[in-house]
Every structure is written in structure tokens, then in C-alpha cells.
């Protein structure tokens, strides 16, 4: 069965800093898409970053990228120098693409504290 | 520019009341969706819809039904709310032009049952 595992619930980072959050899928489709999104205090979901199962690359945009492991089957969102409005909760999401399917599977979140 | 609103944003209500949550998008999205957020839990898929008049159940239905009368609405309704049922909900569209559309979300809606 399809399935997002984010082992980190929290984690601290300093200012400047890089950092990653972990997430892992379980997914016996070889089609399909990995999504993180971010949700600051104030409760809103904004979507970061986009990779898809076939892409050679790491996605990246602005200071995240995605740590496209697929033999491993991680995802992992790298943050680069860290700022205190990346404070917030971090979910990574799958979507499989079978025959028009297009539901998503969320993770249980990483909360990430930036320190001054 | 495109949008995608709920109603009410806060709602308290009493164990036993039918509840309607409403999400009304204007991407032209065929695609909806209402998760619930809870501590520990992530987003939860509970009912999702993939046109006019098409409704599925996602991985936490009970106690839940949505209808789909037209592209931009898809209210969710709590038959007899729960204290179980306390929670933040979500509502939220994608296109479905290719596996690469992601999810826009509504502000959300916090539900308290007493």
C-alpha cells in the first residue's frame, strides 16, 4: 500500500544554515509524483517543490531542493541557508497515477525550528 | 485570481448537530478533496471528487458526505458530529492535465464539537 513516512517530527536548525527533512515512500507504481509542502503558523498549505518518479534531475526552486533518491525511495527537501520564516511544519506528499488516480498521501509532518 | 475559500473559517458546534463545511474554488478545477488535520496524524484524506457528480471515499469517510452539483462546490457534511470529530479541516482542488499538478488549499476550517 501506498505510503509517506516522515521520521522527524521536529527538528532545529541555525540561521544560514542548510538543512534536510527526511521523507520515504512505499509505492509499487512506477509512475508517480513526490510534493513537499510547507505550513507556517498561521495554518495556510503552500506548495514548495515538485519531482516526478521519471525526472533525472533534482528538482529545485530558489533555495529547496528535493534529494531524489529512487533505488532508496526517498525524497528528501533540502532547505539552504535557513531563515527564520522557514519556521514552520513541512509535509511531503506522493501521488500515484495508475489509471487516472488522483489522490494524494500525506506524511505526518516535520516541525522545523530556525534559531537566530 | 483564482481561488479557493471555506466557510465558516471557525465553527463550534454540539455533539449530535449536522454540520456543512463549504469549499468553493474557482480554478475550474475537476478535482476536490477535504482532509482533516490532526496532531500525529498528518492531512487525512476524507471524501474526494473527480467531476460534477462523482464522490469517493478516502481513508476516513465515516461520518462524513460530500455531494458534487457543480465544478466549484463540494460541501462536506457531518451527519451527527462527534466529539472524535473536532479537528481542522482542509479543502482542496488540482487540475488533473498531468502527474506534476499539485494541490491548492483552502485556509481551512476549525471544527470544535463539545
Known amino acids: 500500500a501506498q505510503k509517506i513516512t516522515q521520521t522527524q517530527p521536529g527538528m532545529f536548525v541555525q540561521e544560514k544554515e542548510a538543512v534536510t527533512l527526511d521523507c520515504t515512500y512505499d509505492?509499487?507504481?512506477?509512475?508517480?509524483?513526490l510534493f513537499w509542502y510547507k505550513q507556517p503558523s498561521s495554518g495556510e498549505m503552500i506548495f514548495l517543490i515538485y519531482?516526478?518518479?521519471?525526472?533525472?534531475q533534482n528538482a529545485t526552486e530558489g533555495r529547496y531542493s528535493l534529494n531524489f533518491q529512487k533505488a532508496r525511495k526517498s525524497a528528501n527537501l533540502v532547505i539552504s541557508a535557513s531563515q527564520l520564516g522557514d519556521s514552520a511544519m513541512y509535509f511531503c506528499?506522493?501521488?500515484?497515477?495508475?489509471?487516472?488516480?488522483?489522490?494524494?498521501?500525506f506524511g505526518t509532518g516535520t516541525r522545523l525550528k530556525v534559531l537566530a | 485570481d483564482a481561488e479557493i475559500t471555506q466557510s465558516p473559517r471557525h465553527k463550534i458546534t454540539e455533539t449530535g448537530r449536522q454540520v456543512t463545511l463549504a469549499c468553493h474554488q474557482t480554478?475550474?478545477?475537476?478535482?476536490m478533496f477535504w482532509y482533516r488535520q490532526d496532531l500525529g496524524h498528518g492531512l487525512r484524506l476524507i471524501h474526494y471528487?473527480?467531476?460534477?457528480?462523482?464522490?469517493n471515499k478516502g481513508e476516513v469517510s465515516d461520518g462524513y458526505s460530500v455531494s458534487r452539483s457543480n465544478t466549484e462546490d463540494l460541501p462536506l457534511t457531518l451527519e451527527s458530529a462527534a466529539s472524535s470529530q473536532t479537528s481542522v479541516y482542509f479543502c482542496?482542488?488540482?487540475?488533473?492535465?498531468?502527474?506534476?499538478?499539485?494541490?491548492?488549499f483552502g485556509p481551512g476550517t476549525r471544527l470544535t464539537v463539545t
Open positions: 506528499a506522493m501521488r500515484e497515477f495508475p489509471s487516472g488516480t488522483y489522490k494524494y498521501i
Open positions: 509505492t509499487s507504481d512506477q509512475s508517480y509524483g
Open positions: 519531482q516526478g518518479s521519471y525526472d533525472e
Open positions: 480554478w475550474n478545477h475537476n478535482n
Open positions: 482542496a482542488s488540482s487540475a488533473d492535465s498531468g502527474p506534476q499538478d499539485e494541490q491548492y
Open positions: 471528487s473527480y467531476g460534477v457528480q462523482d464522490t
